[in-house]
């Protein structure tokens, strides 16, 4: 009879288990999470996991074609990686890359609308190219991951997450976050772990150090309001300059600092030069500008004259515009060399004027007939 119950009790297990799966992958949406510390510098592990992690969200993931280079299921951890999976994405479904690192790069993530035609060319895009960042906030891409969701529409509903990391300790916060992590800490830092199961690992041990891809199942996400300044885009300094009636004054290779706030992903920016009142497209940038976006700031340095329109936007296509005036330095030195020009020539004018005049009076001196006397004889005088 025990026998019977033991029996009973695994198929129960495994009917249970499989429902639970395919509960979670009928809702079509992932986020991932990329460790770009410098300690995952194996570029070979690292394109070896890209590659596993696209088969775990496509549906055609198979643990024997990866065992044979290292990959091991850590099976304490969870079955998942040992049984088969449907895809965890769909059409129509949220995917999120966010890169983790130091405390502002999860700032830095993007998001699309799943349309499996373009997938693989979105993927290849997000997926992180480098590894060289001094910290692992981890704790702070899972809460933001969750704000992100929350954000996105997917308020009580359960989505996957995988994690991609070397396990090398997590970068914890000191109390000074930036106003939307801070806010994103304070809602998910220590709760997101309620609503959170792993599921499985899948492990690659090489050069002393164990690379993880660990799968979270999430959910249902928490129906909690997200504030407005995670969720509004907006430049947040300099503040001028949101009209070309008010264009900011700025001098020609002088940098000028942009910062912006909110629940932003990835920001781009768009620069144009205003022709009678219209944005113009420049065909040649590195004439006129040079740029750098980082987390939430960015620096512009103009290259010559002229009012520009600066459009930044977020991953969701909010933006946010500046315009700019940028003037040429003062042409101290050339204008100068002109007023001495100038005044050379003039001085050099007036000396060739007195010099004619001077001969001028002298040929009306001297005599015309120079053999013969003034007179012409005594009789002139009678």
């Not at 304070?186 to 499985?200: I, N, P, V």
């Not at 100068?336 to 004619?356: A, E, P, R």
């Amino acid at each position: 009879m025990k026998k019977v119950y033991k029996i009973f009790f695994v198929i129960v297990s495994i009917i249970a288990l499989l429902s639970f799966e395919v509960c979670y992958a009928q809702q079509g949406d992932a986020f991932v999470l990329i460790d770009v510390s410098g300690s995952m510098r194996d570029v070979n592990t690292n394109k070896e996991a890209k590659k596993i992690i696209a088969e775990l969200l496509q549906g055609n993931f198979e643990l024997s074609n990866w065992q044979g280079k290292g990959w091991k299921n850590v099976n304490s951890a969870g079955p998942y990686f040992s049984i088969p999976n449907n895809a965890m994405l769909a059409n129509g479904g949220k995917f999120c890359m966010m890169p983790f690192g130091n405390m502002l790069t999860v700032r830095k993530y993007r998001l699309t609308t799943v349309d499996k035609g373009s997938f693989s060319d979105f993927y290849n895009d997000a997926f992180p190219k480098s590894h060289t960042e001094a910290n692992t906030y981890l704790t702070l891409a899972k809460a933001y991951s969750v704000v992100i969701a929350s954000s996105e529409g997917l308020q009580g509903k359960k989505l996957w997450l995988i994690v991609y990391s070397d396990g090398m300790g997590d970068s914890m916060p000191s109390n000074h976050f930036p106003d939307d992590l801070q806010e994103a800490w304070d809602q998910f830092g220590a709760t997101q772990a309620s609503f959170s199961e792993k599921k499985g690992v899948l492990r690659k041990t090489t050069g002393g150090r164990n690379y993880d891809i660990e799968v979270w199942a999430m959910g249902p996400i928490p129906s909690q309001s997200v504030p407005d300044s995670l969720s509004k885009f907006k430049i947040s300094s300099p503040q001028k300059g949101v009209s070309e009636n008010t264009a900011i004054e700025q001098k020609k290779d002088e940098p000028l600092s942009i910062s912006w706030s909110g629940n932003t992903g990835d920001v781009s920016m768009t620069v144009q030069i205003m022709k009678s009142g219209k944005p113009v497209k420049i065909e040649t940038p590195k004439d006129y500008y040079t740029k750098n976006i980082g987390a939430n700031t960015a620096k512009v340095t103009f290259h010559k004259g002229g009012t520009y329109k600066l459009t930044l936007k977020d991953s969701k296509f909010n933006s946010d515009v500046r315009y700019v005036t940028v003037a040429s330095p003062f042409p101290f030195v050339p204008i100068l060399l002109l007023l001495l020009l100038i005044v050379s020539g003039v001085f050099g004018y007036n000396k060739y004027i007195d010099s004619k005049k001077r001969k001028d009076v002298e040929n009306n001196l001297r005599p015309s007939n120079p053999g013969k006397s003034s007179s012409s004889s005594d009789a002139d005088w009678n």
